[in-house]
Antibody, heavy 118, light 107 residues
Framework: QVQLVQSGAEVKKTGASVKVSCKAS????????LHWVRQAPGQGLEWMGW????????NYVQKFQGRVAMTRDTSITTAYMELSGLRSDDTAIYYC???????????WGQGTLVTVSS | DIQMTQSPSSLSASVGDRVTVTCRAS??????LNWYQQKPGKAPKLLIY???SLESGVPSRFSGSGSGTDFTLSISSLQPEDFATYYC?????????FGQGTKLGIK
């Protein structure tokens, strides 16, 4: 069965970086784009960008340009999202999600809470 | 960017009620509209894709309709497990955007 398993919660200082992993199993890793979505406490869902696990190409929403990097390691079917220059408003749960046709996210990771404090 | 506006932001209903949530896009998105359910502490779960297609395993009391800019999610007979927050998402163009959510509570 398809599974996306993310790394555990992180606590970071303002200005630091965080790298969240998303381990995929149960399907062909290179066959589907992986997207990252975040959710601040008590807030809605915010799309961050995607990575093509096959080519390594990525695309980010403009507000994160220069601060985010999405990468992958096909040998261990794992995608990563690294966010640098952390601010308090980056405190959120970060999700990876598998993309299928029509831009639909059919499977999601369990989420990784990133807490940023000074 | 395409803005997605859901209404209402919250509503209260009883088990057995029929409820409808609406989602409006700032530009036409054809049928590139998905609906997700999220329960506290859990990841979103896909309910409806391409505006009206029911995801496998999702109960048939859920249905979606619409195209262009106006969409609806309906639950025909609320069950206790349906009390959650619902989000619409447009996948017509990036950046993909979500509605602000509709919290469905017990009356």
């Amino acid at each position: 069965q398809v599974q996306l398993v993310q790394s555990g919660a992180e606590v970071k200082k303002t200005g630091a970086s965080v790298k969240v992993s998303c381990k995929a199993s149960g399907y062909t890793f290179t066959g589907h784009y992986l997207h990252w979505v975040r959710q601040a406490p008590g807030q809605g869902l915010e799309w961050m960008g995607w990575i093509n696990p096959s080519s390594g190409a990525s695309n980010y929403v403009q507000k994160f340009q220069g601060r985010v990097a999405m990468t992958r390691d096909t040998s261990i079917t794992t995608a990563y999202m690294e966010l640098s220059g952390l601010r308090s408003d980056d405190t959120a749960i970060y999700y990876c999600a598998r993309l299928i046709s029509m831009g639909t996210f059919d499977y999601w990771g369990q989420g990784t809470l990133v807490t940023v404090s000074s | 960017d395409i803005q997605m506006t859901q209404s209402p932001s919250s509503l209260s209903a009883s088990v057995g009620d029929r409820v409808t949530v609406t989602c409006r896009a700032s530009h036409s998105i054809n049928s590139y509209l998905n609906w997700y359910q999220q329960k506290p502490g859990k990841a979103p779960k896909l309910l409806i894709y391409a505006a009206s297609s029911l995801e496998s395993g999702v109960p048939s009391r859920f249905s979606g309709s619409g195209s262009g800019t106006d969409f609806t999610l309906s639950i025909s007979s609320l069950q206790p497990e349906d009390f959650a927050t619902y989000y619409c998402q447009q996948s017509y163009s990036t950046p993909y955007t979500f509605g602000q959510g509709t919290k469905l509570g017990i009356k």
